[in-house]
């Protein structure tokens, strides 16, 4: 059997797959599994298995259409948000981010903190900051939550008021 580290680079592996190599393209979405998950995971929650595989077929049916090979993680993350905010939508649960991802090493106990203070917000301003954070601008945050940009910009000042009120320490 083989493990996910075992398996080539996705980008190495990306010509085969949208050439229609079946072996590559199993590859691919083999490699890219834990990444879609984790964004999933993040965005719902409890459904992020079902978002996963949502975001994957997705991926499957859409890579044809990648025309920049370098633009592969980007243009993944934002197949994979779209699908996870969808199937977030069909259950009914517009749950959101509890952690913030993040590419610097940064002290664990932040991540809690910032996991608690996201947590007290109401789900509309987790949704908009975790999309922030995961790189998606006003236009694209209102393409996928299907709002107008400017109820996505105003959502997205009051939450991050309502973070940094939340975020500064209480004076004691």
């Known amino acids: 059997m083989t493990t996910v580290s075992e ?3 996705p980008l190495t592996l990306l010509p085969g797959a ?13 490699g890219i599994t834990p990444y879609v998950a984790r964004i999933c ?12 595989q949502e975001a994957l077929l997705a991926i499957y049916r859409g890579l044809g259409t990648l025309r920049e090979p370098a633009a592969f993680y980007g243009w993944v993350r934002s197949v994979t948000v779209r699908e996870a905010v ?10 959101t981010c509890s952690e913030v991802e993040s590419g610097q090493e940064t002290n664990p106990l932040d991540a809690v903190h910032i996991s608690d203070v996201l947590e007290r917000l109401s ?11 995961y790189g998606l601008n006003e236009e694209e945050m ?11 910009r105003s959502r997205l000042f009051r939450a991050r008021r309502r973070f940094q009120e939340a975020w500064q320490p209480s004076a004691a």
């Open 123 to 133: 789900r509309a301003h987790r949704q908009v900051l975790t999309l922030r954070a």
């Open 7 to 9: 398996l080539p680079s």
């Open 86 to 95: 969808r199937t977030a939508k069909r259950y009914g649960e517009e749950r």
């Open 41 to 52: 995971r993040s965005i719902t929650h409890d459904d992020g298995a079902d978002a996963t």
């Open 18 to 30: 949208q050439a229609g190599d079946e072996h590559a393209m199993n590859h691919l979405l083999t």
């Open 142 to 152: 209102a393409e996928v939550l299907s709002l107008p940009v400017g109820t996505v």
